[in-house]
């Protein structure tokens, strides 16, 4: 047996690890690009930030230099970047002296509020200052940006409009605060909606991945399923089929060493049954050896007492002698039914010895009709005989070499079975076609036909649809004409009729020896 040679690329382990590192590739890309997408927003919204801090730190700088507030300078594209609203970065924008008073502010209603009545939780102003969890309004922490400014300015006259000899020359300096409020809220919204994504779409992946996998194990023990239903089939005893290879792995490897095993097993059984019909029919030969001796005796002394009680004993009345004649012809024709049957059993149980001698094939048909000629004509049955051209409607000899006697049991055969499938009358139809090489003789009645089922057991032995039949007719025609080195064929349609045709060779190819060269007188053939 014939060992397959499995190219490593397409091995199953090597489509296992394939399919594993796919996985694991996709999985990782997947996840490095949904950080790469979430790093990006993190990193704008950090932008952002820094650009609104900077605007806003330029915002209370340039108040120090003008005498407007802050809350007159805010224009309405400031007002979408400045404001109380969650979606805003800079809350509040402050401008406070040393004690906490608010001098400016990006809101009107906080001037000279107390920096502490404005900004809840604080109670000192710090460089940044910020708390973890959420504030009493439910909001996170706000973190304070806060630094001193130095501020120059010349005292104002006293009530005498005198400033002193000193001040009028040094102008006074005053420390004040810029308070920045900065929102944590959008980058706190954007993290918890990163890990809400980030989990969807984790989730979403693993989903993929499952159906991957359940698909990937479907493909990868299908084929075990199919070797696993193939050997109940194989345990119950059908061997009749193959399972499809369109695999190069281990598995395809597998099914085809299961269809050599299938192979294999067939040829078994075919061996197992030409040995059961051989042991068959070498028992049959015994027996028929038996059977020759213990029936062929009676039956010939059986006959030979009729034909003598038919001559002495018939009545002299015309109707008397007429039922008496009739009924000991019905005792002859039984005894010969018998006798045929022993001749069967002889013929299909010993090896064929041919009496090769020229033949007239339309005397052998004629010499067949002759035997079923009475019982043709009392069923109603037409015999007749055609005769036609062979190959490109040539005229050939319809002389042949063969076994007379044989063929003529062959014919007997196929004429008596069509008989006996019309009872209620019909037609029996011998066609003769002589052929350059082969002598073709076709036997077709319009009988009851052969059901389907049954057209491929009636050439085996001891196969018969007759309650009487001992199933040996066929097979032994089957033999008899395989002897002279012919075939036999047959097509059936129920209701309609059958046809069995009969193709000799003219010189049949035989060894010689099963051939003999004498032989008794032949009558007309």
Known sequence: MQTD?????????????????????????TNYYVNRYYEARVVNLVADQLNDISLAIDLAQSSFLRTDYLYERVTDELRERFGLSESHIIHQILITDEQGKILDSLEEDDKDKNIRDVVDGIESVNPVSMKDGLGPDGREWEQLLTYPVEVEYQKKPDEKGKTGPKSAKAPMTETRYVVIVVSPHRLSELVATGTRERLFYLLVLGLILILLTALASW??????????????????????FNIPVKRRDEMGALARTFNEMLAGLRNNRELEEKLQRTERSALTGRVASGIAHEIRNPLSFINLTIDYLRDKFAPTEETLRGDFTKLCDNIKEEIARLNRMVSDFLSYGRPARLYLRQIDSRALIEDVMNLVHAKATQQGINMVVEEVPGDDKQTFDRHFRGDGEQLKTCLSNLAINAVDAMIAGGTLTFTLIPQEHNIIIEVADTGTGIPPEAIEQIFEPYYSSKETGIGLGLPLTKKLIEDHGGRIFVSSEVGIGTSFTLVLPREPDVSPQNVTHSQPALGSV
Not at 219 to 240: E, H, K, M, Y
């Open 5 to 29: 040679k499995i190219n490593p690329i397409f091995s199953f382990r090597a489509r296992i690890l394939l399919f594993v590192i796919l996985i694991f590739i996709v999985t990782t890309l």
């Open 219 to 240: 493909r990868f023990t299908r084929p075990i399923g199919q070797l696993v239903n193939a050997a109940r089939r194989v345990s119950s005893g059908d061997f009749d």
